[in-house]
């Protein structure tokens, strides 16, 4: 029982280059969040999902989409890297059913560097 | 209004010290309230949790104290260890249709053997 997987685990791009960040979970739970974590201001939600084909915006979305084809995958796509874009991002799943209080459970995150 | 302020941003105690690290939030409509924890390398794992029903909650050596009147809230660690050296977020929820949650700033604690 894995959890949140994510890879790659680090990646160095090049500013206006693309990538997609992988986030699978093998819990069989519903909702799905990508944060970006930056020192000395938390964790910010990116964007997230609350079931297999639908996708929301978070609080700090721009330059980023989303996308929930399988219900166990959530992918993080950077169109055309920034340096501002630097940063640890993890993803985190959530049982969902509409129960309020359920832990998010995260992954050991993507360590992304823009050159 | 969506906004949970996390102090301090570090802290240094002895083994055996008690670290407490405070949350504040604005929106009254927030009813979960999580703590935590970081350790380096690896992603955040909950450590206890509390709703506003409840002034305090205690796991093990982890104690969340509640004060819905002045919408604080706060972690108390009990005889605390060189392993409790991490980093603490405090965060807040009030949306059960998508269980988003609402980050603190984080505080990076450091226990000194």
């Known amino acids: 029982n894995a959890g949140v997987t994510q890879t790659p685990k680090f990646r160095v791009l090049k500013t206006g280059q693309s990538m997609t960040l992988l986030c699978a979970q093998d819990?069989?739970?519903?909702?799905m969040y990508w944060y970006r974590q930056d020192p000395g201001m938390g964790l910010r939600l990116i964007h997230y999902?609350?079931?297999?084909?639908?996708?929301a915006k978070g609080e700090v979305p721009d330059g980023y989409n989303v996308s929930r084809l399988k219900k166990q995958n959530f992918l993080l796509g950077l169109e055309s890297a920034a340096p501002s874009q630097t940063s640890v991002y993890f993803c985190?799943?959530?049982?969902?059913?509409?129960?309020?209080?359920?832990?998010?459970?995260f992954g050991d995150g993507t360590r992304l560097s823009i050159l | 209004q969506q906004q949970v302020k996390q102090s301090p941003q570090s802290l240094i105690v002895q083994k055996g010290g008690i670290p407490i690290i405070n949350c504040a939030y604005e929106?009254?409509?927030?009813?979960?309230f999580p703590w935590y924890q970081q350790f380096p390398g690896k992603g955040p794992a909950l450590l206890i949790a509390?709703?506003?029903?409840?002034s305090e909650k205690k796991e093990g050596r982890f104690t969340i104290s509640f004060n819905k009147s002045a919408k604080q809230f706060s972690l108390h660690i009990m005889d605390s260890q060189p392993g409790d050296s991490a980093t603490y977020f405090c965060?807040?929820?009030?949306?059960?249709?998508?269980?988003?949650?609402?980050f603190g700033q984080g505080t990076t604690l450091q226990v000194k053997p």
């Open positions: 985190a799943s959530a049982l969902g059913k509409k129960v309020t209080g359920q832990p998010q459970h």
């Open positions: 819990m069989n739970h519903e909702y």
């Open positions: 999902s609350v079931g297999e084909g639908t996708t």
């Open positions: 929106n009254t409509a927030f009813d979960y």
């Open positions: 509390i709703r506003p029903d409840v």
């Open positions: 965060a807040a929820s009030k949306s059960l249709l998508t269980g988003k949650l609402i």
